[in-house]
C-alpha cells in the first residue's frame, strides 16, 4: 500500500473533503505509475479522482464503529515517534 495514504476513518474531527480527494489523487497516481499525466490523460486522470473520491467519501459515510473517535495530534504525535525511530 502507498505510505502517503492514511486512513481517514474514525477521526475527531472527521476527514475534510480535501483529505479524501488528497488521498484518491495518491491512488490514481500508484495506480498509474504517474505522478503528473500528459496532456492527452490528464482528463482520465481527474474524472479517476473525483470518482474515487466520491467513492471513498460515501465509504466513510456509511462504515460504522463501536470504538470511540481517535484523536487527530495523538496519532500524528505517534506517527512522528515511528519516523524518528525509524530514520534514527
Request: charged share 30%.
Amino acid at each position: 500500500m502507498c505510505r502517503n495514504i492514511k486512513p481517514l476513518f474514525n477521526f475527531d474531527p472527521p476527514a475534510t473533503d480535501e483529505e479524501i480527494h488528497d488521498a484518491a489523487l495518491q491512488f490514481v497516481r500508484k495506480l498509474s505509475g504517474t505522478t503528473k499525466p500528459s496532456k492527452r490523460n490528464e482528463a482520465a486522470f481527474e474524472r479517476a479522482v473525483i470518482s474515487i473520491a466520491r467513492c471513498a467519501h460515501d465509504l466513510l459515510g456509511s462504515l460504522e464503529t463501536s470504538q470511540p473517535p481517535r484523536d487527530r495530534e495523538e496519532v500524528a504525535a505517534k506517527a512522528r515517534a515511528r519516523t524518528a525511530i525509524r530514520f534514527a
